[in-house]
C-alpha cells in the first residue's frame, strides 16, 4: 500500500518567498504531524492534527510557519517570508486510529533558502 | 542542554561485528522509547519501540532502556553493509493510542559497515 508522500520533495525559494509544503498521510490515518531536520540533526516536533483539529503548535518557531489539515486527510506546512534558518527538511508522519501509535514517515521536503 | 544526547559519530565497523548504540537523556517523563533508521534521503523508519524498562529483541536488533540511569541502547549483531545509515533515538512522555504522541529525538548516529 501507499506510504506517506511529501510534495514537491526539493524546493529552492529566495528569501522572503512564502512556500507550501504538501503532505498525503496514509489513507484513513488519524493523527499527523511535522518535523523540521536541520542538517546533522534528528528532527524537531513543529505541529500535530487530529483529524482536521489542530490540536498542538507548539514547536511552530515563530508566526511565519502555519499548518492546516482542513478535511482532515492532506495537509499543508505554510511558511510566510522566508530565512536562511528555514533550510532544512520538512517531515510529515501519520498515524493511525486504534494503532499502537507508531509513526509512518514520508520522505521528507528539502527546503533550501538561498 | 538537549533532553536527548546521542553521539553523532560517525561509527565505522567491519562486517559481521556487533554494534551498540546509546542515547542519554535528561526527561524523567519519558517512558516510550524508541529507534528510528535513516537511510540517506529518506524518511526515518522505526525499527525498536519500548515501554519503560527493560530488554526487546527483534531479529539481530535488540532495544534495552534502563530508566534508572536514562540511558538506552540498540544492538546489532552480525552488522550488515546495508545496516549503514543514520539511527535515532526518539521518546515520548505519554502514548495515546492512535493519539498526538510527540516524538523527541536524538541527533542520530551514523553508521557505517564495510566490507
Known amino acids: 500500500g501507499a506510504g506517506v508522500s511529501q510534495s514537491p520533495r526539493y524546493k529552492v525559494a529566495k528569501r522572503g518567498q512564502d512556500v507550501a509544503l504538501r503532505c498525503d498521510p496514509i489513507?484513513?490515518?488519524?493523527?499527523l504531524f511535522w518535523y523540521q531536520q536541520a542538517l546533522g540533526q534528528g528532527p524537531e516536533f513543529l505541529t500535530y492534527f487530529q483529524n482536521e483539529a489542530q490540536l498542538d503548535k507548539s514547536g511552530l518557531p515563530s508566526d511565519r510557519f502555519f499548518a492546516e489539515r482542513p478535511e482532515g486527510s492532506v495537509s499543508t506546512l505554510k511558511i510566510q517570508r522566508t530565512q536562511q534558518e528555514d533550510s532544512a527538511v520538512y517531515l510529515c508522519a501519520s498515524s493511525p486510529r486504534g494503532g499502537e501509535g507508531t509513526q509512518y514517515f514520508g520522505p521528507g521536503t528539502r527546503l533550501t533558502v538561498l | 542542554q538537549k533532553e536527548v544526547e546521542q553521539d553523532p559519530g560517525p561509527l565505522s565497523v567491519p562486517e559481521g561485528a556487533i554494534v551498540s548504540l546509546n542515547c542519554t537523556y535528561s526527561?524523567?517523563?519519558?517512558?516510550?522509547f524508541m529507534w528510528y533508521r535513516q537511510y540517506s534521503r529518506k524518511g526515518p523508519e522505526l525499527l525498536m519501540y519500548?515501554?519503560?524498562?527493560g530488554n526487546k529483541e527483534d531479529g539481530r536488533f535488540t532495544a534495552q532502556v534502563d530508566k534508572s540511569s536514562k540511558y538506552i541502547s540498540l544492538f546489532i549483531r552480525d552488522s550488515q553493509p546495508s545496516d549503514s545509515a543514520t539511527y535515532l533515538c526518539?521518546?515520548?512522555?505519554?502514548?495515546?493510542?492512535?493519539?498526538?504522541?510527540?516524538?523527541?529525538f536524538g541527533t542520530g548516529t551514523q553508521l557505517k559497515v564495510e566490507l
Open positions: 526518539a521518546m515520548s512522555a505519554i502514548w495515546i493510542t492512535g493519539g498526538g504522541n510527540k516524538l523527541t
Open positions: 489513507s484513513g490515518h488519524v493523527s
Open positions: 519500548t515501554y519503560s524498562s
Open positions: 526527561n524523567s517523563a519519558f517512558q516510550y
